[in-house]
């Protein structure tokens, strides 16, 4: 992932937790980070507004690691400019 | 270890809620009166959470229907519509309905949750978009997941970033289907219909709206708050059931839509299940005449939840933002939800204990329905076991009473 993104996604996260993070490509979003699934949901909703996509639902149960969302925004993000 | 270990989160959760001495999820009524009362534990108790919003269960005409229907018909279907025919009443139904929405179709399901697995699978397709209210019932979720449209939520009640949404979407092919609910069934809070339609309007895209809670409920008629809003011709879709104001069970959808009928042969939740049986339809054609004719049903059921929302928020509970025939008490925390719940019980009066994940921004909630069955005394009752138990906790802000209907 490129560094901007990744501290774009982190200070999302810490936005979302409202406590600082750090995160790797491997961070797992659930599991490391300990969010239930309306923490998820919020946080996918931030994502979404700070990069003016939508993630469909399919995509969203996909993503697992912080490696898996960059690739989902990035694909959209792709996908949108096409 | 068995193949259900994968649900050890859950068992925890729920061996952790057993601890309390209760299981909320599997109350067992010894038996049940009437509309608004119940038997639990050799104790009458008020029924003040079972969604009987026009407290039609003991209706003699529908009781009389249904068993003359029943001793004419047989039991059961015993097979879909598709497979052993269609009876005289499902045909009488889907009329009866029809005519109640002033709708060209209206299809019957075994089940609302069937309703919409069948429509939200079948309207829209592979290289459509789904468009879902966040707080969406778990139906909605899972007939977005039968079909292969794409599946986007927005906002819970926001107008704006559905707007947003489907602003993103422009110059991508496919239907767009927006899906939104009369009455939220948590908290009572009903959609923003007019701004949903004007959405739907500006960006061409089609409206389903559940009124599931709000049959009944809401509108000059009942038909809901697309009704009360004065939009019923931006509403593509209308989907419904019977099992709670109606007292029965079974589903519906209407539309005006030319070549609905294709439904009845492409629609799996509608072609691969046993149809309603006889003894069903027909109390829910009776239940609908009632419905039909007796608006003071609907003026009992408002004014009970008048009632009981202006006295809980006197008290100083935290009420939903609308006082509907839902009223949910939000509580701090799981532990105290619990055992007010307990105690509201064991003082005779039943309602939801409703906890995350099934509840919108994870609160703890007193989930209550009033009907129009229940009499003031009987909300009254309600209104004295809540403020005893709130005391007996010591968490009832008595001090800071505010006028009822002040909110
Ligand atoms: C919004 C909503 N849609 C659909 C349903 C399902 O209705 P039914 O009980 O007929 O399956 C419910 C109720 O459980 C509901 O709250």
Request: aromatic letters at 6%; one cysteine or more.
């Amino acid at each position: 992932m490129t560094p901007s993104m990744r501290n774009e996604i982190s200070t999302i996260f810490e936005q979302v937790l409202g406590r600082p993070v750090s995160i790797t490509d491997d961070t797992d979003i659930v599991e490391d980070l300990g969010m239930d699934s309306l923490g998820v949901m919020n946080f996918v909703m931030a994502i979404e507004d700070f990069y003016d996509l939508s993630i469909p639902l399919d995509r969203v149960a996909q993503i697992q690691t912080v490696a898996d969302l960059i690739r989902a925004v990035e694909d959209l993000k792709i996908g949108n400019a096409a | 270890m068995t193949i259900l270990a994968k649900h050890a989160g859950y068992r925890q959760a729920y061996d952790a809620l057993l601890a309390h001495g209760v299981d909320p999820l599997n109350v067992q009524f010894d038996s049940v009166l009437s509309p608004t009362e119940g038997v639990l534990n050799g104790q009458t108790t008020i029924l003040l959470g079972t969604n009987n919003y026009l407290g039609l269960t003991f209706d003699p005409d529908c009781i009389e229907k249904a068993v003359q229907a029943t001793r004419e018909q047989g039991t059961g279907t015993t097979g879909s519509r598709v497979a052993n025919g269609t009876y005289n009443g499902h045909t009488e139904l889907e009329k009866a309905v029809a005519d109640f929405y002033g709708r060209k179709h209206a299809m019957v399901f075994s089940t609302g949750y069937q309703a919409n697995l069948g429509v939200l699978s079948t309207l829209v397709g592979r290289g459509d978009h789904l468009m879902l209210d966040a707080d969406s019932h778990a139906s909605i979720y899972d007939g977005s997941r039968l079909g292969m449209a794409e599946v986007i939520r927005f906002r819970h009640n926001n107008p704006d970033d559905l707007y947003k949404r489907l602003r993103r979407l422009e110059g991508v092919p496919g239907d767009r289907m927006i899906v939104v609910e009369g009455i939220y069934s948590m908290l009572g809070d009903t959609a923003p219909l007019k701004e949903f339609a004007a959405v739907k309007r500006e960006t061409g895209a089609y409206l389903l709206v559940d009124e599931a809670h709000s049959l009944g409920v809401l509108g000059e008629t009942g038909r809901g708050l697309a009704e009360a809003e004065g939009v019923e011709g931006d509403v593509d879709f209308i989907v419904g059931t019977f099992s709670k104001s109606l007292g029965s069970v079974g589903g519906f959808c209407v539309s005006d839509a030319a070549d609905f009928d294709i439904m009845r042969i492409v629609c799996r939740p509608y072609m691969f299940t046993a149809s309603l049986p006889p003894g069903v339809v027909a109390s829910t054609i009776e239940a609908l005449k009632k419905l039909r004719a007796e608006p003071a049903l609907r003026a009992s059921l408002m004014r009970n939840a008048k009632r009981l929302y202006d006295g809980l928020s006197a008290m100083g509970f935290q009420t939903g933002p609308e006082a509907n025939p839902i009223v949910a008490v939000t509580m701090p925390d799981q532990e105290t939800a619990v055992v007010f719940w307990k105690l509201l019980l064991e003082s005779g009066l039943y309602l939801n204990l409703a906890l995350p994940p099934a509840t919108p921004t994870n609160a703890c909630l007193l989930r209550t329905s009033v009907s129009a069955a229940h009499t003031t005394q009987q909300i009254d009752r309600a209104l004295d076991i809540f403020a005893d138990v709130g005391r007996r906790l010591g968490f009832l802000p008595s001090d800071r009473r505010r006028a009822a209907g002040a909110l």
